[in-house]
């Protein structure tokens, strides 16, 4: 309790300093207070003033009402303001609390909140040292600063007669409002917006300049800002800038179908007179330039010069120029054109001025821009085979067939003419021969053979194709000499008959087949009835079992078959009890047809021919003629006498969908009217 007693006795003695403000160059005020419970003799008071606050001299004053005799002495040294109060008496400062004296200083130029913060010594009569406490004051410097963030506005390379704009910022890095009563420059050529604004304290603005050249060269430019910032020489700023006149020279798109000529036009756009020109193109393959095409363009109407062209190599150089030294005037315009040969495939063909010289009076070079551009040539694409199998064919006809040819390229493609390298080819088409853009057209081979065999040949398809002038086709055909064995059949009372025909180009001596049908339906060599065709040849008919037969024709003289058409034999088959051979198919293989040398003439190696039953009407009884026997077979059927097996279909004469007497009549009447 004792120590606590004693620590809330201690005493407390503070030193404060007023705070105040102004602007620059101002002399403010500041007042040093002394709270006290001590008994204070003397006091040193140390205050640091800094760059932007000076002491005015023999400004310090002690506060009467609280001296009791006392002195003050006050001394400004290295930034730091020294005031000692003392009374040589020993006497204490009256009272406890307030003013102890008060002091003068003259801001500076730099606005800011600059603290000042006292260091105190304090004794009492026995010059024993006192404890302090100090309160800084505030000393604020008011007053607005200019700071450019853009110092240099660039505008680099423009063309005159144009406007640009560029912005000026400034901001204020004061605490007062920064006013900007005028933004001026050294040239006409350059205004700014707003020309006169306020910026807060501690913010920035944005000022638009906005630059209009007239005169080309290197351009640097002053801007002064005036306004009531303490620091006016920093409101400045520079423009740099590399006005140029226009004159440019670019090339002009053009676009073509291969094999023709186009212009290419070279445009200028000057706004100086312009007394000669030059430039030079490397050229693609696929233009050809068109010798003495170079010409003046209509800028150049009176005013006197000529174009000339030369080309070195895959250089075009072009030159315009007047020989009385006359200029082009201020325009913009068709300056010169050439001319060239479209000589490719569909493609865009770039052209680019090089070495450009756009030459005043004065023999400067004013260009200030060029620009190349393309040539677009369309042209067609022909697309087909490189063969075309015109398949077999008998030598006794004319094959034809069709060739398509597609167009795949960006304009029509003209067939001009198709021509072969053998005899006996042609094309039914009539020509040129036009395909679109995309399409498809076909053109009619045809070949008129005259000796058997395999034949080739080159067709060749001439184009406006710039790829493909002339197109080849391997062009094939397989030749064959038409020999043929044909088969056709009726059924007979026991079986079934069947005919052989030949029909032959060659001059044949041998026949030779394999006949394949139902092992129930047997044949031979007696049941071969020849035709007057066969009158020099024996024949043999041999089982090979299970239903196969081998027929064979030969002389042995090696005499041909007599004629090239009309049947060679008849070939009755006979069926066993209990075969049903009706819509079964007879096939007939491995036929040869040898000429006297031996070899196969067989334009077809297989045939087959189903047997199946005919119905004729008036044949009751199915043996293949219709007489007396069949009306008494048809009666007897009608009464339940019949002995053999009636065909209704053929029994019902009059065709009213009923087997009755009146059909037995007219088979009567059938019979009377074939005799």
């Known amino acids: 309790m004792a120590v606590g007693v004693w620590l809330t006795a201690q005493a407390v003695n503070t030193v404060s300093l007023s705070s105040v403000q102004g602007h620059p160059a101002d002399e403010v005020e500041i007042a040093v207070n002394l709270s006290n419970t001590d008994e204070v003799t003397a006091l040193e008071i140390l205050v640091p003033l800094g760059d932007m606050l000076r002491y005015v001299d023999a400004s310090a004053v002690l506060n009467a009402d609280r001296s009791n005799g006392h002195t003050l002495t006050a001394s400004a040294k290295d930034g730091n303001l020294s005031i000692c109060v003392y009374s040589l008496s020993l006497a204490s400062i009256k009272g406890t609390d307030g003013e102890m004296c008060r002091f003068k200083v003259k801001l500076g130029k730099e606005p800011a909140d600059y603290d000042l913060v006292p260091e105190v010594v304090m004794s009492d009569k026995s010059g024993n040292s ?11 410097l008011l007053s607005p600063k200019i700071e450019i963030i853009t110092p240099t506005l660039a505008y680099g390379r423009v063309p005159i007669r144009s406007s640009y704009t560029k912005t000026l910022t400034i901001r204020n890095t004061g605490n007062e409002s920064l006013e900007i009563s005028d933004i001026d420059f050294d040239a006409d050529d350059l205004s700014a917006s707003p020309a006169t604004c306020s910026i807060a304290a501690g913010t920035a603005k944005d000022i638009t300049v906005t630059y209009s050249p007239m005169q080309r060269g290197n351009v640097t430019k002053n801007v002064t800002i005036t306004s009531n910032a303490i620091n006016p020489k920093a409101g400045k700023a520079v423009v740099t800038a590399q006005p140029y006149s226009v004159n440019e020279l670019h090339v002009q798109r053009a676009e073509g179908i291969s094999d023709e000529e186009v212009t290419v036009v070279l445009k200028m756009n000057n706004m100086e007179p312009i007394a000669g020109a030059q430039c030079s193109f490397k050229m693609p393959k696929e233009l050809v330039y068109v010798e003495g095409s170079a010409s003046a363009g209509a800028m150049c109407v009176n005013t006197g010069h000529v174009a000339l062209g030369s080309l070195q190599g895959d250089v075009l150089t072009l030159m315009l120029y007047s020989a009385t030294n006359n200029v082009i005037p201020e325009g913009d315009g068709e300056l010169m054109t ?7 495939k569909s493609g865009w063909y770039n052209i680019k001025p090089t070495d450009v010289v756009l030459g005043n009076i004065t023999m400067e070079n004013m260009v200030s821009a060029t620009s190349g551009e393309y040539v677009v040539i369309k042209s067609p694409a022909y697309s087909a085979s490189t063969t075309l199998d015109m398949g077999e064919t008998p030598v006794t006809e004319k094959k034809a067939c069709t060739y398509s040819i597609y167009n795949n390229g960006s304009t029509d493609l003209v067939i001009s003419k198709v021509a072969f390298l053998s005899e006996g080819y042609s094309v039914e088409d009539d020509f040129p021969i036009t395909i679109e853009s995309r399409k498809t057209k ?24 710039p790829v493909n002038r002339m197109f080849s086709v391997d062009v094939s055909v397989k030749v064959y000499e038409p020999n043929e064995i044909v088969a056709s059949g009726t059924n007979t009372k026991n079986g079934y008959q069947f005919t052989f025909s030949l029909d032959n180009y060659t001059d044949i001596v041998a026949v030779q087949m394999n006949l394949h049908w139902l092992p129930g339906m047997s044949t031979s060599t007696a049941q071969l009835v020849p035709t007057d065709r066969l009158k020099n040849h024996s024949y043999l008919v041999t089982d090979l079992g299970n239903g196969t037969y081998q027929v064979l024709i030969y002389s042995m003289s090696n005499s041909p078959i007599v004629g090239n058409e009309g049947a060679l034999f008849t070939l009755d088959y006979t069926a066993t009890e209990g075969t049903e051979y009706r819509d079964t198919e007879l096939q007939v293989t491995d036929i040869v047809l040898s000429d006297a040398k031996g070899k196969n003439y067989a334009s077809v190696g297989n045939v087959s021919i189903t047997a199946a039953f005919s119905t004729m009407l008036g044949d009751v009884n199915g043996d293949g003629v219709v007489n007396i026997t069949d009306a008494i077979g048809l009666v007897n059927y009608i009464l339940g006498k019949s002995t053999f097996e009636v065909n209704e279909l053929a029994a019902d004469v009059n065709e009213d969908g009923a087997v009755n007497i009146t059909d037995a009549i007219a088979i009567v009447n059938l019979i009377l009217t074939q005799k």
């Open 338 to 344: 050439f001319r060239v040969r479209l000589n490719g």
């Open 130 to 140: 006192l404890d302090c406490s100090v309160s800084k004051g505030v000393v604020t």
């Open 442 to 465: 076909s053109i009619n081979v045809s070949y008129t053979p005259s000796i058997e065999g395999d034949h080739r040949t080159t067709m060749q398809v001439y184009t406006n194709d």
